[in-house]
């Protein structure tokens, strides 16, 4: 395989990636108020709060906080 046949499929891997991860970072109401709730009780104690989130990550958690509150956390 050639640099540039490589190159193509990482790209393609990278961007499906990207589109995967948007998904999962779009939250329901419920989550967000749930997050937000679980923050000002339990702090940056992502695992935690991403325990009382089915299907959720604590890194996914934290991305979301650091975007939708980037000047409060």
Known sequence: MSDMDR???????DSQDDVNE???MVFSED??????????????????IAGRIPGRTAEEIEKYCSRRYSSEY
Do not use: M, P, T
């Open 7 to 13: 190159s193509s499929s990482e790209d393609s891997v």
């Open 22 to 24: 948007n998904y999962k």
């Open 31 to 48: 989550e967000e108020d749930l997050i937000s709730r679980l923050y000002n009780l339990l702090g940056q104690r992502w695992a935690l």
